[in-house]
């Protein structure tokens, strides 16, 4: 009995340490093989981000009625509180009288399109001898917006139209004979007229 006992013993302490090896080798390649694996890191990065970060409405941002990089402004809106270097710009001579500009005319040396700056329902379209024609469309929260001498119009009357939608290109009136092409924007709030490039800048949600 005394002999069997003592190959048992060194039997369970050889077993036990192999068990102990072969599980330390296991680990080690199981170590290796996951630091060896290519890892997409920008594709996990991108999802957890698409997952977290909530999706911006943009329905209601306010945009300007054109599209090209190559328009400016030709004349600026008169404001009474503005100085009077920028009164003088927004001076519009015609037939030998100056009149103070109701909205921005924005220019181009070509013709660029003009587009609806909000959701909105055309509700007239009109021919001006002097003017040229011009298009309003009525909008949420009391807004109207007038987009005057154009050309090519591509919308109708009573037609609902979305932000963004072609409405015609810019054109020619007698009273902005400098330009090329142009377009005259008023924008009335409350039946008020304001400062187009104002407009732009507010919420609309806050209107």
Do not use: C, W
């Amino acid at each position: 009995m005394i002999k069997v006992k003592k190959l048992i013993v060194p039997s369970i302490y050889l077993v036990a340490v192999t068990l102990i090896i072969a599980s330390i080798v296991l680990v080690i390649t199981s170590i290796n093989k996951y630091l060896t694996i290519p890892k997409d890191y920008n594709y996990s990065i991108q999802t957890q981000f698409e997952n977290i970060l909530p999706v911006v409405d943009v329905g209601h941002t306010i945009i300007k009625p054109y599209l090209s990089e190559k328009v400016t402004i030709g004349k600026y809106f008169y404001d009474f509180e503005a100085d009077e270097e920028r009164q003088q710009n927004s001076l519009i001579l015609y037939e030998n009288t100056y009149m103070q500009n109701s909205g921005v005319d924005y220019i181009s040396e070509e013709t660029f399109d003009i587009v609806s700056v909000l959701d909105g329902e055309v509700i007239s379209i009109e021919t001006d001898s002097t003017l040229g024609k011009i298009v309003k469309i009525k909008h949420e929260k009391n807004i109207i917006t007038v987009y005057q001498g154009i050309d090519n119009i591509e919308i109708e009357q009573g037609d609902k139209i979305n932000q963004g939608t072609i409405i015609g290109t810019s054109g020619t009136s007698k009273i902005n004979t400098n330009y090329n092409t142009s377009l005259h924007f008023e924008v009335y709030y409350n039946g008020e007229l304001i400062d187009p490039e104002s407009f732009y800048t507010l919420n609309f949600e806050d209107l």
